[in-house]
C-alpha cells in the first residue's frame, strides 16, 4: 500500500517532472494579507494577485500541496467533522495551476493521465460535471469541456453530467472565479453509481476540482471578465488517500492512525471507524449506540487539533471575533467532545499537538519550530474553557428558575404553584447565549432541560442562530471597501492595456513638493478625461504622497495646476502598482495630461513621529519584557500610534514606566534615523533586528535604524550593541532624528486577545498636553487627600471628573484610581465610626428577609409585605428590599425603621400589582403622613 506521504510526493513529482511546473510551497493557513478571507480556504489564494493581474511570477505553472481551512466564511464544514466520512475543517489540498499557459484541454489531459496512467484508477469508475451556464451573467454551458472529455478520456455520455452553482467555483463572495469541471469515483459494487454524482452517498465521491478561472465576481455580484484565462485545480489530498488506500472513509487512512493511539491511551477507549447514517446529528440513535458516539468524539478531536495547531502556528490565536473566533469554537467543540463523549475531563487536547507535529512535520516543517507555544496557547483556552463551563451550568440553573417564574408570571399565579414543570420552556436567548457565549450545544441544553421535564423554545433559538451564521458569512469583511480606494481587476487591465505604468514613488520618503503629470482619473465606475466636481482617485506618472502600507496611513494633501484646478487628496492608496490619490475636487478642471504641483499635507509629519517612536517602543517593549515579545499589528497616524504584540498578562506599572523612560531616553539622545535597502537575506543577519512573524518580505528589503547607520550594520551583523537600537524592516516614512518626537505617552494598554496586549500612545505636543493633564489631576488628588474627613466624597467627585479626560497618561490614571480607591474605603470607615445607627452585615439581612417572607399575605396574586426592622439604617433597608424582591415575582413590599429619633420608610411594588392600583409613591405618601413626614417616588420604588 501507498503511504500518504508518497502519494503526495506522487503528486508533485507528476506535476513538476513530467510537465514543468514549479513547486510553491504552501502559503500560511492565516491569510494575513486577505481582509476577504477568514482562512486559507483553496490552493488558489495565494494566486489571487496573479488572477488578477496585479503581480507576474517568473513562472506560469505551479503545483503545492496547500493548507486549507473550511470553517467560517463561504466554504464552512465545521459542523460536518466528525459525522461525515469526507469533510475537515483542516485539510491538505492538492493542487497545479497555468498562469495564462495551458487551459482547458491541458489541464483535463494532465489529470485523466495523473489519475488512470500514473496511478491506475479505473476509467470506468470515473465520472465528470461539468456547468451547464449561466444566462444572466453571460457564461455559455461547458459544452466544451465536455467534448474534450471525450475526445482524452473517452468518456460515454452518461459518465458527463451538467450542474448550476455546483460547477462554478468561487473563493469567497468576491474575487477570481470561474466554471470548473470536477471528476467524482464512483465505488458502488456494481459501477451504479451516475445517478448519485454530487449527492449524499459516500462512494460516489468528487475527488478533483479543475476550475477554470475567466471571471472576478465584483460587490454587485457581477461578473467581470479578467485579462487572462487561467486553471486553478484542486485535489483534497485526503479524499485521494482514502482511493489510493482502498479505505472507505477520510479518516481510515494511514496518516489519522497516530490519533487513534493517542487518544486510546488518553481515554482508555478504542477507535472502531463507524459512521452515522446521515451528517445531521441524531441524538436518539448516538444515545443507544455509545461506540459510534466515542468514533465521532475521535474524529472531531483528530480533525479540530489538525486545525488549531497549523493555524496557530501560523500566527492566529483564539479570540472573540474573526478568525480567532471561529478557533475559538473550534476547540470548544473538540474539548466539549472530549469531555462529553470520552470523559476526559482534564486539559487533553494540547497533549495532541505534539502529534500533529509528529505526523505532518516532514510536509510542513514550520510545525516543528515552536510547538510548545502552540500547546501553551492551547492548554490556556482550555483551562479557560473549563472554567466557562462551569459558569455556564450556573447560566442555565438561572435560565431554568427565570423559566418557571416567567410560567407563574403568566398564569398570574402565587410563586409556589404545584403546576408541573413541563410547562415551562427555555428561552431562545437564553438557549442561544448558553451556545454562544458558554460552548453549549442546543442538545446539551434540551438534554439538561428534559431531565427537569422542561422543553426548550428550539424554533426562536434556531432562528437566532440564522441571525448569528449571517453575520459570521459576512464576518471575514472589514468594512465595505469605497468605490475609489479599490480598482477592480479589468480597470487595471485597461490601465497596462494603454501602457500607463505603475506609479514611481520614489519620492514618498522626501515628501517634498514636485511637479506630476494626471496619467488617469477614476469616478469610481470608470476612467474619465477630466473632472470639475465630486469625488474622485487620481494617478499621477510619479507621486511623493505615501500610500497606506504597513500600519502607516495614506497621506493626505493637495494636488493644484497653474490653471486654478485644486484637488485636496483626503487619503492614498497603492493598487496593483498603481497610487490612487482619493479626494475631492475643490475649484477648477483636471484633466488628464495636466501637470499638477503635489503637496503632501504637513500632517505628515505628525504621523512620522507616531512611526519613528513605534519603532522605539518595539524595541524599548523586547528590553522590558524580553524575547517573546513580538509585534502583532501597529496603525500609525498623526493622532496616535497603536501597537499589538504578543505578551500573557498585562503589563505591571513599573513595567509601563521603564518602557516610556526607555523611549523617552530615545528621544532625548537625538538619535538619527537611518533608512537603506540591503538585501534581505544579509538584513537577517543583523542581530536585534525586528521584523513582522508571517509578513512576507522581497528580496530587497529596506531596514530602519534608530541610532546606528545601516552600512555599520552589515559590516558586523553579529555585534551584540546593535541590540541597544531599534532595527527594523519597514518601508515608512520617519522622522530624520528621534528628538523630533518631542515625548512618548503611553495613554492605554488593554487586551486586543488572548496572548495579545495593545498600547496607544502620544507624541510631540499631544504628549506635552498629556504631561499637562497628569499634573492637574495628581493637584487634584493631593487635594482629596487632605481634605478633612467629611468633604471626602466631593473631593473624589473633583478627581473622578480629572479622570474622565482623554489621552492621560495610563500610568498616572492607575494611580489616581487607587487614589480613590484608599479615599473611599477611609471615607467608609470614618462614617462607620461615626454612625450610632445599627447597620446589617449580610446574614442579617437575610435572615430579616426571611422573616419577612414567611409572614406575608397573599395580595391579588402576589404578596403583600410590611415590616419594622429596628434601629436599621437606609442601606440595610434597602437590602432586605432587594433580596425579598429578588425572591417573589409579584409583591407589595413596605418597610419602615425608626433610629435616633428618624422614621424611614421604603415601598417597592411589582408592574402587576401597579396594574391593579397599587403605587409605591402614593403608598409612601400616605404612610409617611401618619409619622409625621412627607414622601414620594416613582410606582416602583419609592
Ligand atoms: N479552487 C478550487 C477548489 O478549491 C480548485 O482548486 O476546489
Known amino acids: 500500500m501507498k503511504t500518504s506521504q508518497q502519494i503526495r510526493q506522487e503528486f508533485i513529482d507528476f506535476f513538476v517532472k513530467r510537465h514543468g511546473h514549479t513547486f510553491v510551497p504552501s502559503s500560511s493557513v492565516v491569510p494575513h494579507d486577505d481582509p476577504t478571507l477568514l482562512f486559507t480556504n483553496a490552493g488558489m489564494n495565494q494566486f489571487k494577485p496573479i488572477f488578477l493581474g496585479l503581480e507576474k511570477r517568473a513562472y506560469t505553472r505551479a503545483t503545492n500541496t496547500q493548507k486549507c481551512i473550511r470553517a467560517g466564511g463561504k466554504h464552512n464544514d465545521l459542523d460536518d467533522v466528525g459525522r461525515s466520512r469526507r469533510h475537515h475543517t483542516f485539510f491538505e489540498m492538492l493542487g497545479n495551476w497555468s498562469f495564462g499557459d495551458y487551459f482547458k484541454r491541458g489541464a483535463i489531459e494532465m489529470a485523466w493521465e495523473l489519475l488512470t496512467k500514473v496511478w491506475g484508477l479505473d476509467p470506468s469508475r470515473l465520472h465528470v460535471s461539468c456547468f451547464e451556464g449561466d444566462e444572466k451573467n453571460g457564461v455559455p454551458r461547458d459544452t466544451e469541456s465536455a467534448q474534450i472529455w471525450k475526445e482524452v478520456a473517452g468518456l460515454p455520455d452518461d459518465h458527463i453530467h451538467y450542474f448550476g452553482k455546483d460547477n462554478f467555483w468561487e473563493m469567497g463572495d468576491t474575487g477570481p472565479c470561474g466554471p470548473c469541471t470536477e471528476i467524482y469515483i464512483d465505488r458502488t459494487p456494481d459501477k451504479s453509481g451516475g445517478p448519485q454524482v454530487n449527492g449524499e452517498d459516500p462512494r460516489v465521491m468528487e475527488i478533483w476540482n479543475l476550475v477554470f478561472i475567466q471571471y472576478n465576481r465584483n460587490e454587485d455580484r457581477s461578473l467581470t471578465p479578467l485579462p487572462s484565462q487561467h486553471v486553478d485545480t484542486g485535489m483534497g489530498f485526503e479524499r485521494i488517500t482514502q482511493v489510493l488506500q482502498n479505505v472507505n472513509d477520510n479518516y481510515g487512512i494511514d496518516l489519522f492512525n497516530p ?200 424554533k426562536g433559538y434556531e432562528e437566532l442562530m440564522e441571525r448569528a451564521r449571517e453575520l459570521a458569512r459576512s464576518g471575514g469583511k472589514e468594512g465595505t471597501e469605497s468605490r475609489l480606494t479599490d480598482l477592480p481587476p479589468d480597470a487595471i487591465a485597461k490601465l497596462q492595456g494603454e501602457k500607463i505604468s505603475p506609479t514611481n514613488d520614489q519620492h514618498k520618503y522626501k515628501g517634498e513638493p514636485i511637479q506630476a503629470t494626471v496619467q488617469a482619473i477614476w469616478d469610481g465606475e470608470r476612467f474619465v478625461d477630466q473632472i470639475d466636481s465630486g469625488e474622485a482617485a487620481v494617478i499621477l506618472n510619479h507621486t511623493n504622497f505615501y500610500a497606506e502600507m504597513g500600519g502607516q496611513v495614506g497621506d493626505a494633501g493637495l494636488l493644484t495646476s497653474v490653471r486654478q484646478a485644486s484637488f485636496q487628496v483626503e487619503t492614498t492608496r497603492a493598487v496593483g502598482g498603481y497610487i490612487l490619490h ?361
Open 259 to 458: 490519533f487513534w493511539d493517542a487518544l486510546t491511551k488518553l481515554s482508555g477507549i478504542k477507535y472502531s471507524g463507524q459512521y452515522p447514517k446521515s451528517n445531521a446529528a441524531d441524538p436518539v440513535a448516538e444515545a443507544a449506540n455509545p461506540q459510534l458516539r466515542h468514533d465521532i468524539a475521535f474524529r472531531v478531536i483528530a480533525d479540530h487539533v489538525r486545525c488549531l495547531t497549523f493555524a496557530l502556528t501560523d500566527g492566529a490565536v483564539p479570540s472573540n471575533e474573526g478568525r480567532g473566533y471561529v478557533l475559538r469554537r473550534i476547540l470548544r467543540r473538540a474539548v466539549r467532545f472530549g469531555r462529553q463523549q470520552l470523559e476526559l475531563k482534564e486539559p487533553f487536547l494540547h497533549t495532541l499537538v505534539p502529534v500533529v507535529v509528529e505526523a505532518m512535520g516532514n510536509a510542513f516543517p514550520e510545525l516543528k519550530k515552536n510547538p510548545h507555544r502552540v500547546s501553551d496557547l492551547i492548554k490556556d483556552e482550555e483551562v479557560g474553557f473549563g472554567r466557562t463551563l462551569d459558569r455556564g451550568i450556573e447560566l442555565f440553573e438561572e435560565a431554568a428558575l427565570e423559566a418557571q417564574l416567567q410560567g407563574h408570571v403568566t398564569r398570574q399565579g402565587p410563586v409556589l404553584s404545584d403546576a408541573p414543570l413541563h410547562s415551562y420552556v427555555i428561552s431562545a436567548g437564553s438557549a442561544f447565549k448558553l451556545h454562544d457565549t458558554y460552548g453549549f450545544p442546543i442538545d446539551l441544553t434540551r438534554i439538561m432541560a428534559e431531565e427537569r421535564g422542561m422543553s426548550v423554545d428550539l
Open 582 to 942: 482619493i479626494g475631492q475636487i475643490t475649484s477648477g478642471t483636471l484633466n488628464i495630461g495636466q501637470n499638477v504641483t503635489a503637496t503632501v499635507s504637513p500632517k505628515r509629519v505628525l504621523t512620522q513621529k507616531s512611526h519613528t517612536t513605534t519603532h522605539l517602543a518595539n524595541w524599548a517593549l523586547r528590553e522590558v519584557l524580553g524575547d517573546d515579545v513580538q509585534q502583532k499589528g501597529s496603525l500609525v497616524d498623526p493622532e496616535k500610534l497603536r501597537f499589538d504584540f504578543s505578551h500573557g498578562k498585562s503589563l505591571s506599572d513599573d513595567e509601563l514606566g521603564k518602557v516610556e523612560t526607555l523611549v523617552n531616553q530615545g528621544i532625548e539622545k537625538r538619535l538619527p534615523v537611518y533608512a537603506e535597502e540591503a538585501p534581505q537575506e544579509k538584513a537577517l543577519k543583523i542581530n536585534g533586528l525586528r521584523a513582522v512573524f508571517g509578513e512576507k518580505y522581497p528580496p530587497m528589503v529596506r531596514v530602519v535604524s534608530v541610532g546606528a547607520p545601516v552600512a555599520e550594520l552589515l559590516k558586523d551583523p553579529a555585534n551584540e550593541k546593535w541590540r541597544q537600537y531599534s532595527i527594523e524592516f519597514c518601508g515608512g516614512t520617519h522622522l530624520g532624528n528621534s528628538a523630533e518626537a518631542g515625548a512618548f505617552v503611553i495613554t492605554s494598554e488593554e487586551s486586543v486577545s488572548k496572548g495579545i496586549r495593545r498600547i496607544v500612545g502620544v507624541t510631540g505636543d499631544a504628549a506635552k498636553q498629556s504631561q499637562t493633564l497628569a499634573s492637574q489631576l495628581r493637584a487634584a488628588v493631593d487635594q482629596a487627600r487632605s481634605a478633612p474627613e467629611f468633604e471626602i466624597p466631593s473631593a473624589i467627585a473633583v478627581v473622578q471628573k480629572h479622570l474622565t479626560a482623554p489621552g492621560l497618561p495610563l500610568r498616572e490614571k492607575r494611580k489616581a484610581q487607587a487614589a480613590v480607591a484608599e479615599l473611599q474605603a477611609k471615607y467608609k470607615a470614618w462614617e462607620k465610626a461615626n454612625k450610632s445607627q445599627q447597620g446589617g452585615s449580610g446574614a442579617d439581612v437575610a435572615e430579616a428577609a426571611n422573616k419577612l417572607l414567611t409572614d406575608a399575605v397573599d395580595l391579588g396574586g402576589g404578596k403583600l409585605i410590611v415590616g419594622e426592622l429596628p434601629n436599621a439604617n437606609d442601606d440595610t433597608l434597602r437590602g432586605v428590599m432587594d433580596s425579598i424582591r429578588k425572591r417573589t415575582a409579584s409583591y407589595g413590599i413596605l418597610l419602615g425603621s425608626a433610629a435616633d429619633g428618624k422614621v424611614s420608610l421604603i415601598a417597592a411594588v411589582s408592574d402587576e400589582l401597579i396594574a391593579k392600583g397599587l403605587k409605591a409613591g402614593d403608598w409612601i405618601r400616605e404612610a409617611a403622613k401618619v409619622a409625621g413626614g412627607g414622601g414620594g417616588g416613582r410606582p416602583q420604588m419609592a
